[in-house]
Nanobody, 120 residues
Framework: LRFSCRRVGGLVQAGGSLRLSCAAS????????MGWFRQAPGKEREFVAA????????YYTDSVKGRFTISRDNGKSTVYLQMNSLKPEDTSVYYC?????????????WGKGTQVTVSS
């Protein structure tokens, strides 16, 4: 299973926006969940958002609710993370993941990280 991840936008100031995308290879089963996680230096990897491929139910960690939006394109097997109103504390390496439940232990496959840096 492979991931092809992209970041639209570069270094961003607080209040700005970025969009991450992640195209996954392989068949998307009805039980598939795609998620975004992040890990800042010296911290554990944490859940950011997830979406069920079948039905599109979404999940968010409290700190990003109302600012981040996860979505999917079924035809492209791609998941997106639109990040608005970015804060310096959002600075992390962001990882796309695929699994069967919307949490860290439910993810089985991980993409390479994408650096997101938000300046104050």
């Amino acid at each position: 299973l492979r991931f092809s991840c992209r970041r639209v936008g570069g270094l961003v100031q607080a209040g700005g926006s970025l969009r991450l995308s992640c195209a996954a290879s392989g068949f998307m089963f009805s039980s598939t969940v795609m998620g975004w996680f992040r890990q800042a230096p010296g911290k554990e990897r944490e859940f950011v958002a997830a979406i069920r491929w079948s039905g599109g139910k979404t999940y968010y960690t409290d700190s990003v609710k109302g600012r981040f939006t996860i979505s999917r394109d079924n035809g492209k097997s791609t998941v997106y993370l639109q990040m608005n109103s970015l804060k310096p504390e959002d600075t992390s390496v962001y990882y796309c993941a695929r699994g069967t439940s919307p949490d860290y232990y439910g993810m089985r496959y991980w993409g390479k990280g994408t650096q997101v840096t938000v300046s104050s």
